[in-house]
């Protein structure tokens, strides 16, 4: 079974300080990878998808970035946290070789930046 | 302009009966997929149920059911038979073509409430 580990659970930061998140997926091999955020109270936004490593799209620009150094691993960061970058961080994936699938997600970090 | 559109903030219901949340969709594709996802308390995103733009039938999964009106662009979702643990923030979310890595747009999403 497929399973997708998120760190840190929750994270207290301040503006300007640097931010390291991170995801991976086990028990599958390839698959794509997204980083999507989420404002208190708000709806899910889309950042980031990797469809290989190496390799990353930006969806939205937030001053953030991402990278997949392994093929079960997706980091987001930035060197300087804005107070606008709190909310909730969420790593998901889906398979590769099937079209549309559903996407599966991780439980989320919790940022609050002050 | 926003692709998903739910403009139902909240709703409350009473245990066993049933509820719909609507959901409207704006999208230029012949080809595109409708998702409903719940999320719980916890902050846990879950899939419910999936609707193919090319599919006529609607999708029923256990007590979740879709409502496709693909004239008026809606895809809304019925839940029978609620249960006090349906509780949670239900998100409608859309992708445009076949590529899995397109983006899912989500709506703002319907926080619904089972009174028991």
């Known amino acids: 079974a497929q399973t997708i580990h998120q760190w840190p659970v929750a994270e207290i930061k301040a503006v300007g300080s640097p931010l390291s998140l991170g995801c991976t997926i086990k028990g599958k091999s390839s698959p794509n990878l997204y980083w999507y955020w989420q404002a208190t109270g708000g709806t899910l936004q889309q950042l980031f998808y990797s469809i290989t490593v190496g390799q990353v799209e930006s969806v939205v620009q937030l001053n953030l970035s991402a990278s997949r150094p392994k093929d079960d691993q997706f980091i987001l960061s930035t060197e300087k946290l804005l107070l606008s970058h709190s909310g909730f961080y969420l790593c998901?994936?889906?398979?590769?070789?099937?079209?549309?699938?559903?996407?599966?997600f991780g439980h989320g970090t919790k940022l609050s930046v002050l | 302009a926003q692709k998903v559109t739910q403009t139902q903030t909240s709703i409350s219901v009473m245990e066993k009966t049933t509820v719909t949340m609507d959901c409207v969709y704006e999208?230029?594709?012949?080809?595109?997929?409708l998702f409903w996802y719940k999320q719980t308390a916890s902050g846990e995103i879950v899939f419910l149920i999936r609707q193919d733009s090319y599919k006529k039938e609607n999708a029923t999964v256990g007590h979740y059911s879709l409502n496709f009106q693909k004239p008026k662009s809606s895809i809304g979702l019925i839940i029978t038979a609620t249960q006090i643990e349906d509780s949670a923030v239900y998100f409608c979310a859309m992708r445009e073509g076949r590529a899995n890595y397109n983006v899912l747009y989500f709506g703002s999403g319907t926080k619904l409430t089972v009174e028991p």
């Open positions: 999208t230029q594709d012949s080809s595109y997929f």
């Open positions: 998901a994936w889906s398979p590769r070789t099937v079209s549309n699938e559903r996407l599966f």
